[in-house]
């Protein structure tokens, strides 16, 4: 076999039969999306950026070993791994100090790959050591946004690794019930409802405007109580904390409404740390009921994906919070709650589609059925649309032809 050189210098054999395991194995695991696209920047291009610096190398070294290991236990792969997270991690932070135009991609993709570093909690693992971990990979994806923010609104759709951490793949149809409460309208590119780098929708506007609210009943209870307090009682601080994160699962529920377990819904419920603020994550440290609720209706919609980072440990979570918040809440809260701990109880005995049909069950005027038969009424409108903008009648094709010959 060839000789390898990488930035770090040459590859040993172990390394380049694990580097070849990451391009045909291992990055399936968090492949969310798995089209042509996303199967040629794994296979090809990430492997490529991951000769150029030492830090990205190790972090797919460590995912390839840590994927052999699952495969065929053996301990030491599971050296392995931990040799080369701890060297990624040594290595990744020292290079945030010097971020230029040249390393910047690599350093977004490892900081992508740093959510699958994270080890989870294994068996006998405590409804603490669940929380830790949860709040951990928040925190790890706090510096994923504020790395993509860097050049989201320049260029960041130019790079070449732009489809795995792209935020939406569709449009998507208004809801079908239009409720009494509405998003805030925002620029183009930091929205739920618009949330890809502005240049992608071809729009020369600078905002995009609110729209309804699409959430189950009792979420939807909890954000009217937020949205509008009554007028005797203590004042709710928290509240506009809370508010921006069900309009961060609203566009959610209506992708999984209408186009159902599709990619779309996939890309949607992972990327949805990616519009959780500080502020928000202050509360999720601290505990309080509502945002547990909010977090654990995330992992229990994460639970319906069949791949990525977080497969082993997020039901898990939704578990130990389901207990925390029962604790501390009130009836209200749990009602909440109900929803979510009924997804996973339903994915663990009969599967993901009807645990994801049971999201809108009790939910008046939203049938599961009729989704994709409205989604696709609202594309055909959208097509009509699109000619009425554009007529063509008046054109005389065989004298363009002409003209083009």
């Known amino acids: 076999m060839p000789a390898v050189h990488t930035a770090a210098g040459q590859l ?75 060297k990624t991690y040594h290595a990744y932070t020292k290079q945030l100090q010097n971020i230029t135009a040249d390393n910047y991609e690599t350093i977004l993709l490892t900081s992508t790959f740093m959510l699958a570093l994270t080890p989870h909690p294994g068996p006998g693992a405590t409804d603490e050591d669940h929380f830790e971990w949860m709040y951990g990979l928040l925190k790890l994806s706090e510096g994923l946004r504020i790395l993509a923010g860097l050049r989201w609104d320049h260029g960041i759709e130019k790079l070449s690794i732009f489809p795995l951490i792209a935020r939406e793949l569709r449009n998507l149809p208004p809801p079908p019930v239009i409720a009494r409460l509405q998003t805030r309208a925002g620029p183009v590119g930091s929205t739920p409802e618009r949330p890809n780098p502005p240049s992608t929708y071809g729009m020369p506007i600078a905002m995009t405007g609110a729209s309804a609210v699409f959430l189950p009943p009792a979420l939807m209870a909890m954000l009217e109580d937020i949205e509008h307090p009554r007028d005797t009682g203590p004042i709710d601080f928290h509240g506009p904390r809370l508010a921006p994160v069900f309009h961060v699962l609203s566009p959610v529920f209506i992708s999984l409404y209408f186009y159902h377990l599709d990619p779309d819904f996939h890309v949607r419920i992972f990327v949805v740390s990616s519009f959780l603020m500080p502020d928000f994550l202050a509360l999720v440290k601290a505990r309080e009921p509502r945002a547990l609720v909010l977090v654990a209706w995330w992992f229990a919609l994460v639970c319906l994906v069949p791949k990525g980072w977080w497969v082993q440990a997020r039901i898990g979570v939704v578990r130990a919070l389901s207990r925390l918040i029962r604790r501390t809440g009130d009836a209200k809260v749990i009602a909440a709650l109900e929803g979510a701990d009924r997804l996973v109880d339903l994915l663990v005995s009969d599967g993901p589609d009807r645990a994801a049909q049971s999201v809108f069950e ?27 903008e554009f007529d063509f009648s008046g054109l005389d094709l065989d004298s363009s032809l002409d003209l083009q010959g």
Request: a negative charge; charged letters at 25%.
């Open 362 to 388: 009790g939910w008046e005027g939203v049938n599961w059925e009729d989704g994709p038969g409205k989604a696709e009424e609202w594309e055909m409108g959208s097509l009509v649309d699109l000619e009425n």
């Open 12 to 86: 040993s054999l172990e390394e380049i039969e694990l580097l070849q395991h990451y391009k045909n194995y291992a990055w399936h695991n968090f492949a969310i999306r798995g089209d042509d696209t996303i199967r040629a920047i794994h296979q090809e291009r990430v492997p490529q950026l991951g000769l150029t610096q030492p830090y990205l190398l190790t972090a797919l070294l460590s995912i390839a070993a840590s994927n052999r290991n699952s495969m065929q236990p053996s301990k030491h792969y599971a050296d392995k791994a931990l040799t080369y997270r701890q």
